[in-house]
Every structure is written in C-alpha cells, then in structure tokens.
C-alpha cells in the first residue's frame, strides 16, 4: 500500500504537447509510471514518447482506462482542463502549473469536492511513490523506495530534503508536495491520516513554509490523532515580515503564521523539528531507531 | 498583487453599484481651481494623497479646504510630499461630508478554510487589525451562492442601521462581492464606510488585484505605482524578486527553497539584499535575464543555490556563463555557485570550464558565501 | 412562462453581448418607411411578423421588400393579418443579409439530470425536431461553473467555423449561458445562428422567461402577448388556468388531482373545458374568485373536485357559498361538488345548508357530471 | 425502521410565523412529531404553538439539537433559507414552498450535494411515517400505520391514494411527495432504494404524473433492482399535448413522457399500473394477497 498512487494508477497527461508535459512524461515513464494517454485538444492520434494523444480527457479514459491526471496546461486554462477531467471521472488531479489565479482554484477545489475529484496543488511538484508511481515532476534521482512519508509545500527544498533522505541510507514510502499557492487542494491536514494509515509509512516528515496557518493546524492534527513520529522543517525562520518571498503562499500577515509559531505549535504536538533542512534526515534516522524501525 | 490606488477602487465600486462620492482625481493646483469653479466638487472639500500607505489622516495626507485659495496652498503643499516613501502626484478632491458614522467592511481570502471571508465591524474608521474579535464579525463566503440572506443579517445586526442605510446595506454586501469575484481582488475593503444623511457611502476604497489574473484583466497591467525599477523588470520577466537590507544577492529556485537559503545564511551572519527566485524554468535566457538583473542590483557577493528538478542544473550554468560575457566590469560581483539534482555533473562541468566554482554541500556554501561578503567588505567594497 | 417577441429575445442578446441584426419594430407603414427613410434600416430589408408561433417563412409572416413602397405595402399587408390564431401587431424591420450558412443553438433545462443542458447543430433554420441525435450535440452545463473549455470544443467541432466567426464561439457561448441565467430563461435558442459575412449573428431569438422568476424580472411583467384574457385574470389571482375543447367546467386543487379528474371524466365520456386548479390555498375569497372566473368560462356544468389538504374542505364551501351569491342568473350553471379531507364534514355541512349536494365518491361524481352535462346539452344548451 | 425520518427526528420549521408555518406545526406536533425550534429572522424569543423561535436555524440547532428543516418561507426567500439550512448542519430539508424559480433550484440541489444535505420538494407536501413523524403537509387523517410505501409527485391525489389505503384496511410505512417541479431535489430513482432497504415496507405505491421521465427511468430502476411489489397510478392519461395542467412539471415535450410510455415502462418492469387512482387500493391488496404478505 501507498499513498495516493501505486502501480496500478494509469495516468493521463493534460497538456502532454507542451514542452513542460513532454519532458515530464518522458521522466514518469522512466520512473516506472504507466503514462497511458496525453491530451491536447485538437492533437487528438497523435504520440509522444509513446503514449497516445487524445482530444479529451473522456476519450482518454474511454480509450485507456486512465483514474489519475496531471495537469500542465497554462493557467489562464487550467480551471477549464480540471472541468474536464472531473467530468470525465478522473479521481485524482495533480496540478503542476503555476500562477492559478485562487478565485479560479477556489472553484476548482468546490468543484472537485461536490465530484469528488481530490486535487494535489496547484503550483506543485507532485506524487511519488518509489518502485510504484510518480505524476508530477519531482526529479527522479532523489528517490529511494523506503519507510519515511513526507508531505511537503515546497517544490526544490522538498526535492533537497527528499535526496538527503536518501543520502543517509533511507528511503521514502510515498512523498507528496502539496504546493504553496493561498488555495491549494490538499492541505497537512488532508494527506496526514493518509500517512498515519499508510502500512508503509513508519515516519512523516513534513516541510513547511512561514504564512497561512496549514503547519499549526496539521500541529493540532498530529497532536489528536498521529501515531507515527513526525520530524518537520519550517523554511522562512530569517524572513522579514511582510515580504514575498516568491510566491502567494509566504506572506506573513497580522502575525499569525510565523515560522516560531510553527515551530512551537509542531513542537508541542510531539514533532522534531529541525533548523535546517539539511538537519532533517539524522533527525529522521533518530526518531526512527528511538521508534525501533532501525 | 497590484494594490490600486483609493480613487481607482472607488471607480471599480462604482462599476459594482457601491456607492462613492463625487470626486475629482487631480495633478496640479490650477486642476484643483477648476474642479472647485466648475461645480465638479462642490466647497468645502476634503483633499486625499493617492498614496498607498495607511495611516494618511494623521500623516497630513488627508486635508481640508474650505476657499478656491485655501484649496490652491493645500494642493501646492500636498504635491510632491513624501509620504512614507512615496511621492505624492495624484489627489482625489472630494465633497466634505458630515459622516454620521463610521463603519468597516472587507473581504479577502481566508487560506485555511479555502473560502473567501468576508469581515464586518461597526467601529470602521480605525486600523481593522486594533478591533478586538468580538467587535468583529466574521462571514465565510461560498464561492459558488454568494452572501446568504442570513448572512447578511449577521452583517446588519453588527451595524444596527436605521433606515434607508439599512435597507442598502444588503444590495452592497452582493456588490461588494460582485467586486471580490469580478475583479479577481485579493482584497476589497470598505473603511470607513460611512452613514452620510442617512445613506450609506464607501469613504475610502482599498482594492488589491491578483497578479495571476492579470490575463483576464488587462486594463489594471498599466497600474504600477507600487514597483521599484528593478521589481519592474523582474515582473515583466517573471522572475519573483524581493528587496532586503543586506548586501548579499541570492539566486534561487523556488519559494521555499529560497527560504531555507536565507536561513541557511543567516545562521552565519549573513545579511541577503535582492531575491531572485527563477520558479521552474529550463530557459537559459531567463537565467540570464535574472544576472543581468542581480547585476542591476549591484551586490557585494551573489549566491545561487539551485536544486535541480524542472530547472535543469545545465540549463543554469549555461545561462550563468551567458550572463558572465555581458555583465560589464564595472558591475561584477563574486559568485559562489551550489547546485545539485538533475544533470548536476553535466552543470558543474560547464560551471568550472568558465572558470566558475560548483559546490554541492549546502552550509558550506552558505559559509563560503558569507566569508566572501565580509572579504569584499574589508577590502573597502566595489572594486 | 413569458415568451418573449422575437424583438424582445434580441433585445436581452444585445444586452449579453450575442450578436444581433440592427433590426426596428415598427407598427404603421409610415413608421416603416420613415425607418427606411432614415437610414436606420437600409434596403433591402426582411419584414417579421412578431408573433410567438413557428413556421413563419412558410406562413408568410416573413416577407421581404426592396423599395420603400414595395415595404409599405408589405406592411400594409402583414399589420393586423392573422396568424395560427394570432393578429400581427408589431413588425420587425432587418436589412436582408447574405446568409453563409445556419446553425442551431440552444439551452434550456434538462429536468432528468437537473441541470441545464445546451444543443447544438451546424444544421440550423430548421425545426430542430426534425433533426436526428447525430445531428445534435447535447451540452450538461453545471450551474455553477457555466461551459468548459472542452464543452465549448464540441460545438465548435459540430459547427467546424472558419475564422473570424470561429474566434467569435467562445464568447457567444459565454453570452448565451449567462442570459440564461440572468434573465431566469426556461429556453434561450438561437435558430438560425448564421454566419454572415464571416461573422456570427443571432437571426431569430426565442426567449422564454419562468413565470416564478418574475421577482427578479419586473419588466418582463408588462409581457402578456400569448395569454387570453382569462388566462390573464387567473394568473393575477394565482389560479392556474387551462382552456381545453369541451364544456364541462373544472376546479379542483392540486395539478396531479386535476389531471386525475380530467382521466375519470374521460372515462365516462365527459369534454372538460376549462379546468382551474386552486392550488393550495385556504383563503375563501381565491375560492370565490375561482368561481367567478368559471361563471365567465360559460361552462355547461361545472365539476368541483377537492381533496382538503392544505386547502380545508370548510373553506372550499364557504368560498362556493359566497360565490354563488354573486353570480348573475344568466350565469348560473349546474354544480356537482365532491369534497373529501380536512373538515369534510363541516364543509358539506356549509354546501347542503345552501342547498348543493356534495359528494364524496370521484368516480360516482364524476358519472353524475357527465349525466348532468348531457341533460343540458339535451335540453337546448344555456337557460 | 423508516424512510428519512422516525420518532427522533427533531423537527425546525423555518417561516414558521407565517400562516403556513403555524398551521402546519400544529399538525405536525398533533401527528407525534417532534417539533422542536422554529426560525423567523427578527421574531427569535418567541413562542409558537408552544415551540420556540430563533433568528437563525444555527441557533436553533445549537439550542434544541434540530436535525431537519421543513422549509416555509416565501419562494424568493426559500434558496437562501436552504443554504442557512444547510450550512447550520441540517441533513434533510423538506421544502413545501411552492413557486420556486427554477435556477434557484439548480443552485440548492447542487449546494445540497457538495454539503451532503437531502431535499424533498419543491412544492412538496412532504414526508409522514404513521407513528413516528410528519414533516410537511400531508393531512394526518389519511395516515394509518402499515406496510405499504408511498413515493408520489403529485399533492392532494397522493393523500386521495393515501386515504384510499387506509379506507381498504391497509396502513403506510412511510409516504414521500417529492413535488412535482421541473427540478426536485429527489426523484423516485433516489427513494426507490430508500424503500427497497426499508424493513418495514412490503409494497411500494408510485404515484406519477404526464411529463418529464422520471417515471420512466423509475420503472428501469424497479426492472433492475427492486424485489418488492410496486403499484403504480400515472395522472394526465386524458391529458391533451402541451398543455400546462397546474405546474411547469406537466408539460409534455416532444412525444416523451406521456402516460402512455409511462404507463407502458412500468407494466415491462413487473409493476401493476392503475388506470383510475381508485382502483389503486384494490391492487395493493391483490399485490400484497400473491407476494404472501396479507
């Protein structure tokens, strides 16, 4: 068992024309993903890298058997494409693109609940499940098929974190990255019982970020419910207030959400929470000998 | 975000059926004349700096006129004052009103429960973040039905208006929330929203724009009041940059690995100036652009700390080494280059035949980085 | 329902921004001439009848003109002409336009599914009966997300557009569904949709507006063009109203109840003329009302069939009772009353202390209006 | 075990100062119902037939535990009285307002859907299971318990058909008006399993009427998964085309819907279908009589 995906999800590819959906099919396929479909409206018979191209999603379920998609259609699109994969009966949307305006993810993620369609992202990296399936675009190098969960809202500091893991010997169960946008689809809270039921998973190590409120209420849900040793890193520490630091989902407003907050929310509930996050996998191999998993 | 200026979110609550007053937006003092002489905006008015910042009554920004003369003296004070680091060019000259009372008004996202939130107060006027939580009221709004009638009724009971305030009020709570949808707002705020001779009237108006939907808004691309050059040219690049006190220029590949960058060199005293976070490109050209932009900045000592995943490590050093041939001299700057992740070797490779120094180990980096600073400083700054 | 005048469905197309014909009603030859006359409408131009019927082109009640006099004439022809039972009043004068091809658009509510569903065809200007399922594209739209990129893809697959008018779907679309929304339309439909000059351009409009809606659509009020002036009174006094063939009046509560009156009577051989239904109602003067307009309807005899739910069977009585006080002689007609339900007792008590027999058995009753009908009609028709 | 509601249904009844409103909490509270709270904005503090009123349906379901609605209010007001129902937590609401814009109905069956609460109505007279409760306006008189299930579009002829069980010695297990509108929040497909599952129903009486489908898609339904015995009565069989016989529910469009293929779908799906609703109660007992269950 994972989490999300295994080696039965059949994934199609929206927006698989396009040089970002290209490269990506081409790694997920290298990963061990069963990429059955592409679709590009209007590119319907045609291939790319060997996987079918449609001109709707509903042709590509009908066609291919595909449950799961991946988004990378522009933005100004992307509320439309989701439209159509929830009405096609795709289950599970991961949703790559970037710069989703959130009135349009706010309907999306409506949506998806009154269909049920689970979203992952916008503006994400992705799921990877190693020896199973990956849809999304964590590079595939930072994976080793092992025991630790991790749920992220960072895309490259998930992939530095997930590759230390890696680096001491260990490897992951399955890795989410939930995206940092102000909307997203899935939240901490959402993926952690996922993770606490998961038969794979011995540890979660959960990435933060400073803004929003996610780190203290997934601090409230490990507190009530989480079994399993958590270890987290919150990155902004050193930010000033009030800044961007690069996209929505970091803004500190009225003091809430700082990355002491965080800590100290994460701390009280039982996690580990490292400084750095190059500090994150001795921490993680510790909790794990101090839980006898090593 | 672009934050428009008051008398543009006046003019897109007019668009919504919010009510305003009749106002004039100005430039010189002989415009100012006008307005008054032709009627537009009747004696006494009251004379608002189309500036962002907050806090404009009790900085001087927000003045009375009571004469054609009077008038002239304010606006010629009031143009080209700085006011919290903006210069004032704009004033909205507007009848002076007897404000009966004074209430707040707002909608914007609440992230955690993934609805927008819509926040009243019968105490407007002040600062929303000085009101306690029971002076608060607070409605979460569905995206998909808008503002319920018992919704509204929550609103109406914090104000308690008498009539005919009271039956506009829920014709310009659906407004306001025409607006939030229709604008793409991150943020529309009513405060104060006022009781003038009965009626209800938005005071002021702040709106915030989302940037992403730029695409379905074009007319607000122009609006760039509250965009330093260099953020200017980060934008149209799009490149997310961010301006600190410290000296150091950070190059980076997404938000929260940027994060960790500025806690990883804070942790050795590092102080990090520019930002430049490259999001996930595989475009060379754009690593170049955002050299040349780090350049502009003129820092002491640049750190690029890249993972790569999307951003492949030899699309960066190719448009790191582009960069190097069109920096002029004068604005050089040493580098300490850490990447890891895909095409890593085939990156550092191309790195080091330019001459350029690949670490890999992170806090080393950062260490190395900050060493490099404090050098550059010592020896009395740009060469 | 209110269906809307051709000129006044194109009329909310303007307004949401699907493109329509610059088109002038007129209702005087003089009137047409003078909009000719003054370049409003150029020459040649088409002359609409605007009645709500279909099948205009073959019934004459579209014709075309080329000189000012040939169009007076038409006019002076089609004004007042009747057609499929209605008198032409109001002519709507278009320039005649060289169609490229005709296509079919609608949206009107898919009850099954519970949500409105668009068609489409690029086979238009027909009835769209007449067309088989592979000649149509069906469209769910949600209500809450409006049409799809990928739904908008197949009518243009359907209607395979050449540029501009293919640029121009999307937001034609767009238009339709919002005016289907916004003006609370049962059926907005476009036949033709034609391609003009390489543009899309709405040539007829079909619009009907639901009756229940009409609180948010005050003007559509004032629109009464399909209704006699019966199905007028009842629908001021909230009484639904149908007219059928035969002479037996009758007035039950409830549609269901009605129609199951309508099959007994059938049963027996029993014409029903016009039938009320009171609904649920248990105020005696809509009673009373009810029966007024019956004693207008002339019926032979009238069939009075209540089950007392909602509506008590007192006040059904009371209502009747008052009723006939007011009904002149010469409007007097034969009354079999069945009563069961709420207070039955008591309203047969009211009905027999006025001397009408009430009831109880449907199936006898019904037999008894039938045998009274015929006695009448055997007795020479009206006292 | 009943349908939808039983002796702890904890009734609200929103618009209950209104005419309607009262009268009808008489009945229901006289029928054995447990009509706990009332709302109408602006009269909260007061009494009705002995019930308290709230400004809110929040707080009379946070003071009295009230768990279905039965809606009153004026139709311009009944989808906002919805969504307060349902966003205050209540599973069911019966909406017996008639005139209902349609659009407005799109919208609360939808909201219904994402915030999981059931809607019987519009323009419904309601639910009655004799002996447990009433929620709605069907008369109290036509109610004896027994075994025979009643789902039905039409108002007063159901409490004609109703009555007719009674009157032949029979009783009912629960009786469902789903109102006869173009769009009702729930259709004879959705309650027919309802009734399938229920342990104390014997026999299922459909009360239809011309136009629309749902009989149709019933009788496909019944044809496929229901093993109880099913009577049926379609109104409008005299019914001439197009003609708008009392509510928007009754037009026949293009040749579907009439009674005849209602009639017809039904009879191919084993069901027994009256001509006259009179003759209705006779077939029950027949029905009952060979399936061994009188």
């Known amino acids: ?294 | 975000m672009v934050k428009l200026a008051e008398w543009r979110g006046k003019e897109v609550f007019r668009r919504y059926g919010i009510p305003i007053p009749t106002g004039r937006v100005i430039r010189s003092a002989a415009e100012a004349a006008e307005v008054v002489r032709s009627g537009a905006v009747p004696l006494p008015v009251v004379v608002k700096a189309q500036v962002l910042a907050g806090g404009r009554g009790k900085g001087g920004a927000v003045r009375f006129a009571t004469t054609v003369e009077e008038l002239q003296s304010v606006v010629l004070a009031m143009l080209g004052m700085d006011f919290k680091g903006e210069t004032v060019k704009e004033l909205l000259l507007e009848p002076k009103v007897a404000v009966g009372r004074e209430l707040y008004l707002s909608i914007a996202l609440d992230r955690s429960a993934r609805v927008p939130l819509l926040i009243a107060s019968g105490t407007g006027g002040v600062e929303i973040e000085s009101l306690s939580d029971d002076q608060l009221v607070r409605v979460p709004v569905h995206p998909f039905v808008g503002l319920a009638a018992y919704e509204k009724l929550r609103v109406a009971e914090a104000f308690s208006l008498a009539p005919p305030a009271s039956k506009e009020l829920g014709g310009l709570l659906d407004s306001l929330w025409r607006a939030f949808q229709g604008e793409d707002a991150e943020l529309v705020e009513i405060n104060p929203l006022a009781v003038v001779e009965g009626h209800l009237v938005a005071l002021d108006a702040k709106v915030i724009i989302e940037d992403d939907a730029g695409f379905r808004h074009p007319q607000y691309a122009e609006i760039r009041d509250d965009r330093t050059p260099l953020e200017e040219i980060a934008r149209e690049k799009e490149i997310a940059f961010v301006q600190l006190d410290g000296d150091i220029g950070v190059i980076a590949n997404g938000a929260g690995l940027t994060m960790a960058t500025l806690d990883v060199l804070a942790q050795f005293g590092g102080r990090p100036g520019v930002f430049l976070d490259l999001g996930g490109t595989d475009d060379p050209n754009k690593v170049t652009e955002a050299f040349l932009l780090m350049a502009k900045a003129r820092p002491s000592v640049v750190f690029l700390n890249i993972f790569g995943g999307v951003t492949r490590c030899d699309t960066v050093a190719k448009g790191l080494v582009a960069a190097m041939t069109q920096v002029p001299d004068s604005d050089r700057f040493p580098l300490v280059a850490r990447i890891r992740g895909n095409n890593e070797d085939l990156g550092r490779q191309i790195l080091e035949s330019a001459g350029i120094t690949a670490l890999s180990d992170l806090q080393a980096s950062a260490q190395a980085v900050v060493e490099a600073e404090k050098l550059r400083k010592g020896s009395g700054g740009s060469p």
Chains 1, 4 share one sequence.
């Not at chain 1, 999800?9 to 081409?26: A, K, N």
């Open chain 1, 1 to 294: 068992m994972s989490v999300l995906v295994d080696s039965d999800t059949r994934v199609v590819v929206q927006g698989i024309t396009g040089h970002q959906g290209t490269v990506h099919t081409v790694q997920m396929k290298l990963f061990g993903t069963q990429v059955v479909a592409g679709v590009t409206p209007g590119k319907g018979g045609a291939q790319v890298e060997g996987v079918p191209v449609f001109n709707s999603v509903a042709e590509a379920v009908a066609r291919t058997g595909a449950n799961v998609s991946v988004i990378f259609v522009p933005a100004p699109f992307a509320r439309d494409a989701f439209i159509e994969a929830t009405d096609a009966g795709i289950h599970l949307a991961v949703i790559v693109t970037e710069h989703i305006p959130f009135h349009d993810m706010l309907t999306m993620y409506q949506y998806g609940r009154l269909r049920g369609t689970r979203i992952i992202g916008p503006n994400c990296p992705g799921i990877g499940a190693p020896g199973k399936a990956k849809v999304g675009i964590i590079p595939n190098v930072v994976f080793r098929p092992g025991r630790v969960g991790v749920i992220s809202r960072s895309g490259t500091l998930t992939y530095e974190i997930v590759n230390g893991i890696k680096e001491v010997g260990l490897g992951q169960s399955t890795c989410i990255g939930l995206g940092g946008d102000p909307v997203v689809g899935t939240s901490f809270v959402d993926a952690l019982p996922w993770f606490e039921q998961d038969s794979e998973t011995d540890l979660v190590v959960l990435v933060g970020e400073i803004g929003g409120t996610a780190e203290e209420e997934a601090a409230e849900y490990i507190h009530q419910h989480l079994t399993k040793p958590v270890v987290a890193y919150i990155a902004g520490r050193s930010a000033p207030e009030g800044k961007r630091m690069g996209h929505a989902g970091a803004i500190i407003a009225r003091g809430r959400g700082t990355a002491a907050s965080k800590r100290s929310a994460l701390q009280q509930a039982g996690a580990t929470v490292a400084d750095f996050p190059y500090d994150v996998p001795a921490l993680v191999a510790q909790r794990l000998r101090e839980a006898g998993r090593r």
